[in-house]
């Protein structure tokens, strides 16, 4: 199909680009940045007039319940709500039921999502055989089937012998490893170790708990020359250990979730359980030093953090509930909120959710690798288009994921987003159109 979009303002943060022009698509390529060339009759037009047009968002952290957990979050749900957010591209963890360990299981994945045809999945296949930190899973025969690192998900390994050979085999034949780093025995608790958990009588997770793992992972990472990244960064001494790991050369990368840049343990308020994820909400100083590192560099990628829960998990006593949260219709507008608290550009703003998480995806992404993630003349046409005078609330009721619960809802924090999507595109297909939405219902 051919496509026009005019008259937006259009920014690429992997080039700096931004400026109001045209968009032209043929196929599954954009054809043209500028006016439409000589010849070029569109069959679809869309005037995008005080929208941004942007790169569609990479989203290196997202949880869809297939297979195993279908009565929280079905792929077509996840998959819906994430075109309606503007993400293209996303990351799936392993710890599906069972996990992602077989070829199998990670073929049958992949060929949903390219069925239902609404966004690009990258899986991560599981480090060790059912997640259990024993035995390696066949991680070539993992690759071919298509999955581009591997993980432990939030099952930490106990045994370091067993993460070193992991780690080993893994920078032999080139495959990353994704690790969240938290000692098992440490990161026991409900709530993040500090004053506000002492009063409320919670089990505490204290910051070790991420720095004793890191030191191991960073220390491992030595002496296999393995490649990592780490995910869900929550603690500014955490942050200060990938800034000096980084500083030293090792192939280290990490992401931070969309909770712990704008969130606190004082928003656990009266016991809410919408504010039960995982990491633990931190104190103001860690969620500064997070927005100070994201913006550096040091923090590589901005993540939803998406995992849809049912009612009957999430309400609940706070120490009872499922840790988690929906994430990925907010993962635009909270990358924008975290730009304007920081007094950034555009293009800053938008780069840890587009050109960013692309690096550290890196060769995995294979023949997109190119241009994924930017806006390029010949590159491939996932595009999104957001309203950015737009101010909206995450009211539950009207996310188009499965899971309803999420810690920026009416009644939580509930404060104002800015930025709403109107229009996304994968592979020159539209994925989720506002305004035929709107004449839907």
């Not at 051919?2 to 680009?17: F, H, T, Y």
């Not at 609404?118 to 930190?133: K, N, S």
């Not at 793992?213 to 990592?228: C, K, Q």
């Not at 829960?309 to 219709?329: H, I, M």
Request: with cysteine; hydrophobic share 45%; aromatic share 4%.
């Amino acid at each position: 199909m051919k496509i026009l979009i005019q008259n937006g303002r259009v920014v690429d943060p992997a080039s700096g680009r931004d400026e109001v022009t045209d968009i032209t698509i043929a196929g599954d390529r954009i054809a043209g940045i500028g006016p439409a060339p000589a010849g070029f009759t569109p069959e679809r037009r869309f005037d995008a007039r005080g929208w941004v047009v942007m790169p569609g968002l990479v989203d290196l952290s997202a949880r869809l319940r297939e297979p195993g957990h279908e009565h929280e979050g079905m792929l077509e749900s996840e998959l819906a709500a994430a075109a309606a957010g503007g993400v293209t591209s996303l990351v799936c963890p392993p710890d599906t039921d069972p996990a992602l360990d077989e070829p199998g299981l990670v073929e049958m994945l992949k060929f949903r999502a390219r069925q239902l045809s609404r966004c690009r999945l990258f899986p991560l296949g599981a480090l060790t055989v059912g997640l259990r930190g024993e035995v390696l899973t066949e991680m070539a025969e993992l690759t071919e089937a298509g999955c581009i690192g591997f993980s432990q998900a939030e099952v930490a390994i106990a045994d370091t012998q067993v993460l070193q050979r992991a780690m080993l085999y893994a920078a032999t034949y080139g495959y990353s490893v994704w690790l969240r780093p938290q000692d098992p025995w440490l990161g026991k608790g409900v709530a993040a170790s500090g004053a506000v958990a002492t009063r409320m009588g919670l089990a505490g997770v204290p910051v070790s708990a991420e720095t004793v793992a890191l030191h191991t992972i960073i220390e491992l990472m030595r002496s296999t020359g393995a490649r990592v990244h780490l995910c869900r960064i929550s603690s500014a001494a955490g942050v200060e250990l990938v800034r000096q790991a980084k500083a030293q050369g090792l192939a280290l990368t990490c992401d931070v979730s969309i909770n712990n840049l704008h969130l606190s343990d004082v928003d656990i308020g009266y016991f809410d359980s919408a504010m039960r994820v995982v990491p633990p909400l931190r104190q103001d100083r860690d969620r500064q030093a997070l927005r100070k590192g994201l913006a550096d560099g040091t923090i590589d990628a901005l993540v939803s953090d998406h995992l849809p829960l049912s009612s009957d998990e999430k309400t609940l006593p706070f120490a009872e509930a499922a840790p988690g949260a929906t994430g990925l219709e907010l993962l635009l507008s909270l990358a924008l909120k975290w730009g304007q608290d920081q007094g950034l550009s555009l293009t800053e703003s938008l780069a840890p959710i587009t050109a960013r998480p692309v690096a550290v995806l890196g060769g995995a992404l294979g023949s997109l690798a190119a241009s994924a993630g930017r806006l390029v003349e010949g590159g491939v046409a996932d595009l999104c288009c957001f309203d950015p005078t737009v101010q909206w609330q995450a009211h539950p009721h009207a996310l188009r994921s499965q899971g309803k619960h999420t810690p920026f809802a009416p009644g939580s924090t509930g404060f104002a987003l800015p930025g709403q999507t109107r229009l996304t595109l994968v592979a020159g297909s539209v994925a989720y159109d506002a305004a035929a939405q709107v004449a839907a219902t």
